[in-house]
């Protein structure tokens, strides 16, 4: 209880210490300035890697040369909510989310998710939700990444649910490339122990990219939906080795 303690008031403590920060974010970024994108993505993942310290966290990262040099979409299962803190403290470039709507409610988070690039989407909402994924899919053509749950919710450990075929349409629409992600055991860390931060061994893989807009571009969105799920389950065994893999055998602090 006492970790759990410590990480939230640190979670928020550590918002309002950089929160100057975010003035000067949005400068670089609505002047163009290529250190903008850096800039954001010292400062978050920055924040990422020390809670995934405090909670006790032992992240293995794989197949992070699969990360092609170019905007991505990121499409990964759902354990838990360290699954956020963790993508963004290892693709190692700046990273959006497509995130539900009632997050934008919370202020400082808000102010950096906008500078993430985060698009907030609200399920409830039919008009909205398209023109979400549309915002999303503009943000990918103009050069930014963004990761999905298609599973649209944590599985807090059980096997992946079915993934939505909707976010798809962020790949069909903007054309980029996407990465299926794998996380494993990152549920451990906070769900399985009903709230409460606990140490845990965790890992996140990196698939191969899949271009399917060159590769199968009259793919329809359930098939894609499928086949994607597929790469992300397959890369769960924990004797999957990608080709030319890279393990970053660090441990995120």
């Given at each position: ?15 309002l210490v950089i929160s ?202 359930d098939e894609l939906a ?14 999957y080795v990608a080709p ?10």
């Amino acid at each position: 209880m006492i970790r759990t303690t410590i990480w939230f008031i640190y979670f928020f403590l550590y918002l309002l210490v950089i929160s100057p920060a975010i003035p000067k974010g949005r400068r670089l970024k609505e002047s163009g300035d290529e250190r903008a994108d850096a800039f954001v993505q010292q400062k978050s993942s920055t924040w990422a890697r020390r809670l995934i310290k405090l909670a006790g966290g032992r992240i293995t990262v794989h197949g992070f040369d699969n990360i092609p040099n170019e905007p991505v979409l990121f499409v990964s299962n759902h354990q838990g909510n360290f699954d956020i803190p963790i993508l963004l403290s290892s693709t190692g470039r700046k990273t959006g989310f497509i995130s539900k709507v009632e997050v934008k409610k919370i202020p400082l988070i808000r102010s950096w998710m906008e500078l993430l690039d985060c698009v907030f989407l609200d399920r409830k909402d039919r008009r909205q939700a398209v023109k979400a994924i549309r915002s999303g899919s503009d943000r990918l053509v103009a050069g930014a990444s963004l990761v999905i749950f298609p599973e649209g919710t944590r599985s807090k450990g059980k096997p992946v649910q079915q993934f939505k075929k909707g976010s798809f349409k962020l790949a069909t629409l903007s054309k980029v490339t996407i990465v299926p992600v794998s996380m494993n055991g990152t549920y451990r860390m906070m769900e399985a122990n009903g709230g409460k931060m606990k140490p845990a061994d965790a890992s996140i893989t990196f698939g191969e990219p899949i271009r399917i807009h060159q590769e199968n571009p009259d793919m329809k969105l359930d098939e894609l939906a499928e086949y994607v799920q597929q790469k992300v389950e397959e890369n769960l065994d924990a004797k999957y080795v990608a080709p030319k893999e890279q393990v970053v055998e660090e441990v995120l602090s």
